[in-house]
């Protein structure tokens, strides 16, 4: 199935280049993407003897064991340099398919030993270097000498703090993370084979002892069950499978069929180029580079998912039809269902209304444009958005399991979670609205001796509040939504309704609840939705 | 009585707009203030209830030492002072009688006005000044749904409500059809008439400040250039008051 990625990437350039946007910006983001990919995404795996052992290694720390591999960096190397365009496209498709050849080559790679030899300090100094470079970026703008300061003492600092017992206590991977894999000479493997041979006696004996399916000799690595004995993995060496895929594999495919695809574009029409190709090619190559890492990380697979289907009918087929009331046995999931409803409505609206009789208030302290007075009321501001900040950053779910905790299951506990998240977020709106008020009825209030009190009343007032009941509706409708879930952490409502039934495998009356949910979300958006229009 | 003494006014970003203004205006004048856009005008009236501050010299209104009001005796101060803006500058989702009401403001104590307690004086002088702008049927209305000019119009009435020593207008009839400049000019004219107030007027056609005023102040890049009757206006100094500008610019 590896084949599938290179076809995706050249399905993307194929794409771009018959929308006639440039061809060339795909040549150029394939090519830096797959230099960055060359030194940081994981290539292979070296297994150790315990699970924790095993180092992915990149195609550069790959580098001492199959020299070929550089080609991926000179493929990438030569496609980013500027050049005329047919020229660039004759470089880009040797290197896609020079690419593809030797990927495809070191997957079929037998089984060898390596030693691996840690490079300490480089992430270290990779990582400090690019903390150094974002803050230099961000502050270039302001003074080009405060930015060089800034970015080399961050940078120096993180690489010390990283690189010495601090960084290495707290992130005990980090030291020598960066591995070259050096192989062992072939008499080496013969050595550990017939050890292995050798000691095998003595191991079937004992898994006979305890009833074990006996072991056969084997005659190559690749016949080894897990990884190399304890006492070599403790060493430092490795057994690598270049035949197992990681990311960095998927990735090098993918911009391999990427390269080559826009190269070819490229090649028999020169003009798929725009002016600012290198920059939005760097882009796309950023994209990509997030991209694939976090595909593999949520351990994405369409294959699983062809799998389980059976399961997904079978779950369709328990909840059809829906259970709407069976009298014989006293339940009435339809009426329970209206009820647990209501309930989910009613904690919703009771938490946007104490967040809403909060936030009026404090808005007004977190409006700059009402704040400017002393520094008294300056820090008010900033103690007020600095609440706004870190409760927005809190979730109404995590509030709620802590409200759970103190106040016990049931509605209490979500509607004051809530209204306590809900606070940070109207009042943040609230004071947004306060700021961009027309000036000028301010003025003509300031004009006419009216107090401080009396302008805020009369000037600033009237004019927002028509904006703070559109945001309330707002919060309103997504409250709702969040008191659904709200149920699943034993907060009450249809929620709760709905774990329930499944947890008692009674899918037949879930399915009402999922379908009603449907229902009142839509109605509730709507009818808010024509409310505010109304209203601003 | 308005004194200014080598008044000067400079912005925190070195912007100079007044410069040394010596002016004397005495009770119930009708004064003109002409100049281009930028001369200084409109900071020489904010100057005049403390909305701008002089950072030189000294200007004084009835008396009082305007720059050096703050907080409640700037409040006190301001409610005898009426401005109308350019802009009109109403709370547009209010009524006509509600922002004249604001007029009033100044008078009660802030906790009446918080809750619109207003007496029925101050209803009274709100209704009459609507009625004498010609707005009487439309003290109800949302200022929203009024034209340009009748939104100017709650905006004088506002000022009147006041009941001012002194009204100044920023460019009233600015923002609006030529055509009501001289509803606007007039309804300042017959006030300032009836009651004697004192009216400043910022105006930048020459014609019309010809046509109402008596006293004409000019100002040119901060400085006041021209001061004296109308009539001493000559078309030669006119276009030098504008000309220099031009020059400026």
Redesign the interface.
């Known amino acids: 199935m590896t084949w599938l990625f290179p076809l995706l990437g050249f399905l993307v350039a194929a794409l771009a280049a018959l929308s006639r946007s440039s061809a060339r910006r795909y040549l150029y983001a394939g090519g830096i993407a797959l230099l960055v990919a060359f030194f940081t995404f994981p290539f292979s795996s070296a297994i150790g003897y315990l699970s924790r052992e095993a180092v992915y290694p990149t195609p550069a720390g790959l580098l001492p064991s199959w020299a070929p591999l550089g080609l991926i960096a000179l493929a990438g190397l030569l496609a980013v340099l500027p050049l005329a365009p047919r020229l660039q496209g004759l470089l880009g498709t040797i290197g896609g398919v020079v690419v593809l050849l030797v990927s495809y080559s070191w997957l079929a790679q037998p089984v060898f030993l390596a030693k691996i030899v840690p490079l300490p300090g480089l992430t270290e100094a990779a990582i400090a270097f690019l903390a150094g470079g974002l803050l230099f970026l961000m502050l270039r703008e302001r003074s080009l000498a405060l930015a060089l300061v800034v970015g080399l003492v961050v940078a120096g600092g993180s690489f010390t703090l990283l690189n010495g017992p601090v960084g290495h206590t707290y992130f005990p991977r980090l030291e020598g993370y960066y591995k070259l894999i050096r192989p062992l000479p072939a008499e080496e493997s013969e050595h550990l084979i017939r050890e292995y041979n050798q000691g095998l006696a003595k191991t079937n004996a004992l898994r006979e002892e305890i009833g074990l399916k006996l072991l056969k000799p084997i005659e190559s690595l690749a016949d080894l069950e897990g990884g190399v004995p304890k006492d070599l993995a403790a060493e430092g060496v490795r057994l690598v499978r270049p035949s197992s895929l990681r990311y960095g594999t998927t990735a090098v495919l993918f911009l391999a069929g990427l390269l080559l695809a826009s190269s070819l574009f490229l090649m028999r029409n020169p003009e798929l180029v725009e002016a600012g190709d290198r920059v939005s090619g760097l882009t796309a190559a950023a994209v990509f580079l997030i991209l694939v890492p976090s595909f593999y990380a949520t351990e994405f697979s369409l294959g699983r998912l062809v799998e389980g289907w059976p399961f997904f009918v079978n779950f369709l087929d328990r909840s059809w039809p829906p259970n709407l009331a069976d009298p014989a046995h006293n339940i009435f999931p339809l009426q329970e269902v209206a009820s647990q409803m209501a309930l989910t409505v009613e904690i919703a609206l009771v938490g946007t209304f104490l967040a809403m009789l909060f936030a009026i208030p404090s808005s007004f302290l977190a409006a700059r444009n009402l704040t400017r007075g002393s520094a008294f009321t300056r820090t008010v501001f900033t103690l007020t958005r600095a609440f706004y900040n870190i409760d927005r950053g809190i979730d109404t779910l995590i509030l709620a399991l802590i409200f759970v905790a103190a106040v016990g299951l049931g509605p209490f506990a979500g509607v004051l979670a809530m209204a306590i998240h809900s606070i940070a977020d109207l009042g943040k709106l609230y004071s947004e609205a306060i700021e961009n008020v027309e000036r ?2 301010i ?9 401080g ?2 302008v805020v ?3 600033i007032l ?2 927002v ?2 904006l703070f009941v559109a945001y309330t509706l707002y919060r309103f409708e997504i409250n709702f939504r969040v008191s659904i879930v709200l149920g699943f952490v034993g907060a009450g409502g249809i929620g709760f309704f709905i774990q329930n039934a499944m947890a008692s495998g009674q899918y037949d009356q879930m399915i009402i609840g999922i379908i009603a949910i449907v229902i009142v979300v839509n109605l509730i958006d709507f009818g808010s939705s024509w409310l505010r229009s109304k209203l601003v | 009585m308005i004194e200014a003494h080598d008044l000067g006014v400079t912005f925190p970003n070195g912007t100079e707009a007044l410069k040394g203004i010596n002016v004397k205006i005495d009770d119930g004048e009708f004064v003109a203030v002409i100049g281009l856009s930028g001369a200084g005008k409109s900071t020489f009236l904010r100057t005049l209830n403390g909305l701008v501050k002089p950072t030189q010299g000294a200007v004084r209104v009835g008396g009082v030492d305007v720059g050096r009001l703050s907080g409640r005796s700037l409040q006190r101060f301001r409610r005898t002072v009426g401005f109308i803006f350019q802009q009109f500058n109403l709370v547009t989702r209010l009524t006509a009688l509600d922002n004249v009401l604001h007029g009033r403001l100044g008078y009660l104590p802030t906790w009446r006005g918080l809750l619109g307690l207003y007496g029925e004086r101050d209803y009274a002088l709100a209704r009459t000044y609507l009625e004498e702008v010609g707005l009487a049927d439309k003290q109800h209305v949302r200022v929203d749904a009024l034209s340009g000019g009748q939104q100017q119009r709650v905006a004088i009435a506002r000022a009147m409500a006041q009941e001012p020593q002194l009204v100044l207008a920023d460019e009233p009839m600015a923002s609006l059809d030529p055509r009501l400049s001289d509803v606007i000019l007039g309804l300042l004219k017959d006030y300032n008439e009836a009651h004697g107030v004192t009216v400043l007027v910022n105006i930048h056609v020459l014609e019309l400040a010809r046509r109402y005023a008596r006293r004409v102040l000019a100002f040119n890049q901060g400085r006041l250039v021209f001061d004296g009757p109308v009539e001493e206006l000559t078309d030669e100094l006119a276009e030098q008051i504008y000309a220099g500008s031009l020059e400026a610019l």
Do not use: C, F, I, K
């Open positions: 000028g009825p003025e003509a209030l300031e004009a006419v001796g009216a107090s009190t009396n009343r009369w000037a009237p004019q509040l028509p």
